[in-house]
């Protein structure tokens, strides 16, 4: 069965410093993987896009990492500000038209 | 502005109440898909469309029907809406996926069905 998980599910951090969010994921095929920033109650919206050969990719602050070895990704965010406030997406693309979502995690940023 | 929109952005209703939610792009895009949204499920693919008049099942088709009659518009029906159609309900678009493109995704819709 196709999945992704992430972890973790909720994170606290206070402004300014760094954090790494995890996906795994056992899809197949696997086309690729995307990163969204979902602000509450929005819709998602894209931060990175890797495909199979491509290891990293970054926007910004914002750093995507793929091992399509171990079918790992991560997503390193520098520099926390308070708008980093939100929850974060993992994807996987598999096939042409088929989207797998995983369930977020939801990261809030103190001041 | 490149956007996609969706209508209405919130709807109660009762069970058994034929309604149709609108989604439009004004991107030229091929591909449109609608996905709902479950606390603790995530984002869940009910149908998609690769081009006009094509159209296909995602993950969680059943209650739900789709048209793309035109490129810009892809409505989705609930031809007898339940209560666990109570969502929040997303349309997004994209480039033909054959490259590696972009999702734009609408506002989305919150529905209650009671």
């Known amino acids: 069965k196709n999945q992704v998980e992430q972890s973790p599910q909720s994170l606290i951090i206070l402004e300014g410093k760094n954090c790494t969010l995890q996906c795994n994921y056992t899809v197949s095929p696997f086309s690729n993987l995307r990163w969204y920033k979902q602000d509450t109650g929005r819709g998602p919206v894209s931060l990175t896009i890797?495909?199979?050969?491509?290891n990293t990719k970054s926007n910004g602050r914002y750093t995507a990492t793929l091992d399509a070895d171990t079918k790992q990704s991560s997503l390193h965010i520098t520099a926390s500000q308070l708008s980093d406030s939100a929850s974060y997406i993992c994807?996987?693309?598999?096939?042409?038209?088929?989207?797998?979502f995983g369930t977020g995690t939801r990261l809030k940023v103190l001041a | 502005e490149a956007q996609v929109t969706q209508n209405p952005r919130y709807l109660i209703t009762v069970t058994g109440k034929k309604l149709t939610v609108t989604c439009s792009q004004n991107m030229n895009h091929e591909y449109m898909s609608w996905y709902r949204q479950d606390p603790g499920l995530g984002l869940r693919q009910i149908y998609y469309?690769?081009?006009?008049?094509?159209?296909d099942k995602g993950d969680v088709p059943e209650g739900y029907k789709v048209s793309r009659k035109e490129k810009r518009n892809f409505p989705l029906i609930l031809e007898s809406p339940s209560p666990n159609q109570t969502s929040l309900y997303f349309c997004a678009s994209s480039p033909a996926l054959m490259t590696v493109n972009e999702q734009y995704f609408g506002p989305g819709t919150r529905l209650t069905v009671t």
């Open positions: 994807v996987v693309t598999s096939g042409t038209y088929k989207y797998i």
């Open positions: 469309s690769m081009n006009v008049e094509v159209t």
């Open positions: 890797m495909t199979f050969s491509e």
